[in-house]
């Protein structure tokens, strides 16, 4: 029964996904509880000349909110921009007004998506003589593989006021359509294409992207394109730091070989104009593969990183907690969460000694050290959380 609603849920969804869009945005499902705030993440480079950003939304399905990585995808043709899907708060109902594709950028609830979309329109590039533009003050992009850029940093709007509101309405965003997006609405439309609907279902498959789970904060915010193996690794990485099914040791290891990995495809992409060789993508696609098998092996093993209620023990699971922060939103890169993992086994070493040499316990003047150590790490993570390089700087 719970397989027929789900699937039922879904060609509702597709269903209206695929008619085409009349003079308002349709309405494809509604709710009675509103979705959760946006999630704070970081964009992923655009990994194609031409891919446009489409940024991530909550979908709704029989179990509740799930979350739809942002993600860059291909165009159904030249010259189209993506007006977002929103939520729409009224008469008691959430309902869900979709997505699509269209000459402009219309009304999508005055939502703050970021990334370009700050509510009103786009400003993260324009079409321009059959090629697209990238605004890199506000889209991210591999300049290995995309030219085609310019600043403009006139379109950023400064604000004290950081709005993470997911829904048009009472308690949310209080924007109206005026007459230019009214105008755009009776434009020509397009739905969206096969790859945007793959990626809406993947997400709604995926327990760890429902907000019952993540409490808000999905394993996979982002991705560089539909079934974007990298971003997908770090989400489940964070999620085993979080759940302490991945150890210190065991995340500076797997951390340790995703920064390897990511190291190759820029070299090899910098020795092929920006590309990978087919030979080169199937050798990545092979060391995903073991490592997509190393994470689901160290999660399900019986090295787990639960340090206890006391005073070091809940200093320890803060610093795990701020890591699996770190790498889920992007802040941190694989080799960045892979040194400060190293610093945290180095701790948790010199702790299992101190325990050991004194029957179990820790003296005062160890305790004070302890403190003092963690105190650089948590340093260190602040630093590499909040320096220039992302987990997305490939």
């Known amino acids: ?4 609603l789900k699937l039922t849920s879904f060609l509702l969804l597709s269903f209206c996904f695929l008619m085409p869009a009349p003079a308002s945005a349709q309405v494809a499902i509604s709710v009675r509880i509103g979705p959760p705030a946006l999630p704070v993440y970081t964009q992923p480079p655009c990994p194609h000349e031409g891919y446009l950003w489409t940024p991530g939304y909550w979908g709704y399905a029989d179990a509740g909110y799930y979350w739809v990585p942002g993600v860059w995808v291909a165009p159904p043709r030249v010259g189209v921009l ?14 869900w007004h979709a997505g699509y594709w269209g000459p402009h950028v219309g009304f999508y609830g005055g939502i703050n998506y970021g990334f370009g979309y700050g509510g009103v329109g786009f400003v993260g590039g324009h079409w321009f003589g ?6 890199t003050a506000v889209v991210n992009v591999d300049r290995t593989v995309v030219r085609n850029v310019y600043v403009n940093r006139t379109v950023i709007r400064d604000t004290t006021v950081v709005n993470h509101a997911s829904f048009n309405g009472e308690g949310g965003v209080m924007a109206r359509p005026t007459g230019r997006d009214d105008s755009f609405a009776h434009e020509q439309h397009f739905e969206p294409t096969a790859n945007q609907l793959s990626h809406e279902h993947a997400a709604s498959e995926d327990h760890n992207q429902f907000a019952s789970a993540n409490h808000g904060r999905p394993a996979t915010a982002a991705m560089d394109s539909v079934n974007g193996r990298r971003f997908n690794q770090q989400g489940r990485i964070a999620n085993g730091i979080s759940s302490g099914q991945l150890n210190a040791r065991e995340t500076k290891n797997l951390e340790g070989r995703e920064a390897h990995l990511n190291g190759e495809v820029r070299n090899d992409r910098a020795a092929n104009g920006g590309r990978l060789t087919p030979q080169e993508r199937q050798q990545v696609n092979r060391q995903q593969n073991n490592l997509s098998r190393s994470i689901y092996d160290d999660k399900h093993n019986d090295a787990t990183a639960h340090y206890g209620n006391n005073e070091v023990g809940a200093r320890r699971d ?5 890591i699996a922060n770190g790498v889920r939103s992007g802040q941190m890169t694989a080799g960045e969460a892979a040194r400060a993992e190293n610093h945290e086994q180095n ?5 299992a000694a101190d325990r050991s040499a004194n029957g179990g316990r820790l003296t005062q003047q ?9 105190n650089n790490a ?3 993570i602040h ?4 320096n220039d390089r992302t987990a997305h700087d490939r």
């Open 82 to 95: 993506w007006t977002p899907g929103y939520w729409g708060f009224a008469g008691g109902l959430y309902a």
């Open 383 to 386: 630093n590499e959380k909040h």
């Open 318 to 322: 803060e610093q795990q907690q701020r």
């Open 378 to 380: 948590s340093r260190q």
């Open 347 to 351: 701790i948790n070493r010199h702790i």
């Open 130 to 135: 059959g090629h697209f533009a990238y605004n």
């Open 366 to 374: 160890e305790r004070k050290n302890i403190n003092q150590r963690q």
């Open 1 to 4: 029964m719970r397989t027929f």
